[in-house]
């Protein structure tokens, strides 16, 4: 059986990669981790390209023309491929108010049954496409697996 | 290891300073504009005779002293400093952009040509920069590019600067001094393909906007059959507003000896001015971990590059 313990990061791809990360800061409430700049470009080729934080889930963005969906379609179809973040209730409003502060489209929220996990969701992209669920579970005070985060 | 949940980890990230290096800090320092340069020259008449063809039509007035001479023109100003050994950076990105009226910048170019300066037509990636325009070396090796524009007031249109760490100039540039990011480049696929043009043909782009430059992967995979590989990227830059002027980041196409460390005054370095009070921009400086030093009315910065910067306030 592999070993394997969790999702480390997702390499996200957009036209613009700037836009993306820009949107994960501004919109989300990101944190922009690097840039991987110094001594990459140089001798060793490549660009400029940025790690990002959302909550506790790491982020690097790449220019790619990649065929997405359009931002228009918001949910649902063959692309249904997502991250799916989970927040507190409270802040599962917080985040459908700055969506629609921003002007970013958004569906729902769904309200998923009662008897199941989630408790609301909303469904969005970013300025590449790529496609993001945000919910709150119902039972939100229970901690599954507290990040760990290595020694200073 | 150490536990510790979400929160813990992101109050630690924001100990650290380094949250939201994108947006400037509330209460950040205010620049009105960038208000000239000071470059270093080795004969400071040798370099008048250089730029006052150049300043023609620029409203303004020579102010020679000692080591120094200076062209004033309205808010702004290039200073001149007499090194025998002048820091320039004749092989980068480093540039500053004069404005002259369209009228003259051909003509001029001609002029500068049968002076015997080595004069290229190129673009940049900035929208306000894909025309071409004439570009060639003051005599001590500072790179000048000249701006077709209504009128040469104001002087400077923008100045270039290399880094190497764009995250930690961005602290200072934009978290710090307010700058607003306005265009930046090599983040996108067009930017890509537009590389890609440039190797394949006629392009004429600044060199420092483009490289040629096999990564790591392109070696393991295709060096030892080719040894002529050739790989096109955009260089990366980002360009920040302060008011009607521009700044802008390039990505160092070499990696150069930086002055000594603990030194915060130096040249060449970029002018800014700020009608803030002395007092409260250094107030503001000191809140943040940027080296810097006062002087009466002006506080240095130097970047995480090595790249010195004086804030003249109010
Ligand atoms: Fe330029």
């Known amino acids: 059986m592999a070993d394997i313990e969790s999702i480390s990061h997702s390499g996200m791809v957009a036209p613009d990669s700037r836009a993306v990360h820009t949107f994960y800061e501004t919109v989300l409430s990101g944190v922009r981790e690097e840039t991987v700049s110094r001594s990459y470009e140089g001798t060793r080729g490549g660009n400029a390209h940025s790690c990002g934080i959302l909550g506790d889930y790491v982020f690097v963005t790449f220019p790619r023309r990649r065929d997405v969906a359009p931002l228009e379609q918001l949910r649902g179809g063959e692309d249904s491929f997502r991250h799916g973040f989970a927040v507190s209730r409270t802040r599962f409003d917080e985040i459908t108010q700055r969506l629609q502060e921003q002007g970013v489209p958004f569906e729902g929220p769904l309200v998923h049954p009662e008897r199941g996990p989630l408790g609301e969701s909303i469904y969005f992209r970013d300025p590449g496409g790529n496609y993001f669920e945000v919910c709150w579970r119902r039972d939100e005070d229970v901690q599954y697996n507290p990040v760990r985060v290595a020694e200073e | ?314």
């Not at chain 2, 150049?54 to 120094?68: L, N, Q």
């Not at chain 2, 950076?89 to 080595?118: C, K, N, P």
């Not at chain 2, 600067?161 to 990011?181: K, M, N, P, Q, S």
């Open chain 2, 1 to 314: 290891m150490a536990t510790e949940t979400s929160a813990a980890a992101e109050s630690a990230r924001q100990a650290a300073g380094f949250a939201a290096v994108l947006k400037p800090v509330d209460g950040h320092i205010s620049i009105d504009s960038v208000a000239g340069v000071q470059l270093e020259v080795r004969d400071l008449a040798e370099a008048r005779a250089f730029y006052e063809p150049i300043f023609w039509d620029a409203a303004g007035s020579w102010k020679p002293s000692a080591r120094t001479l200076t062209f004033e023109s309205g808010s702004q100003s290039l200073e001149l400093v007499q090194k025998a050994k002048p820091r320039t950076f004749a092989d980068g990105g480093q540039h500053t952009a004069y404005r002259v009226r369209a009228t003259r910048v051909s003509s001029l170019a001609e002029q500068l040509a049968e002076a015997g300066h080595s004069v290229e037509w190129w673009h940049e990636d900035h929208p306000q920069e894909r025309e071409l325009a004439p570009y060639l070396h003051d005599p001590s090796g500072n790179r000048v590019q000249l701006v077709a524009a209504s009128s040469a007031d104001p002087l400077i249109a923008h100045v270039a600067i290399e880094v190497h760490a764009f995250d930690y100039c961005e602290y200072l540039y934009v978290r710090e001094l307010g700058g607003e990011v306005d265009y930046y480049h090599g983040w996108r696929v067009e930017d890509q393909t537009a590389a890609k043009a440039w190797l394949d043909g006629d392009d004429p782009a600044a060199p420092w906007t483009r490289r040629d430059n096999p990564g790591w992967t392109d070696f393991r995979d295709q060096g030892s059959k080719n040894r002529s590989i050739r790989v096109p990227r955009p260089n990366t830059q980002v360009f920040l507003r302060y008011g009607d002027t521009r700044l802008g980041m390039i990505s160092a196409t070499k990696t150069r000896q930086e002055p000594p460390e603990e030194q915060i005054v130096g040249t060449p370095r970029i002018l800014f001015r700020s009608s803030m009070a002395a007092d409260q921009a250094a107030a503001r400086a000191d809140a943040e971990p940027v080296p810097h030093e006062r002087h009466g009315r002006s506080i240095y910065f130097r970047d995480a590059d090595g790249n010195f910067s004086e804030l003249r306030c109010g």
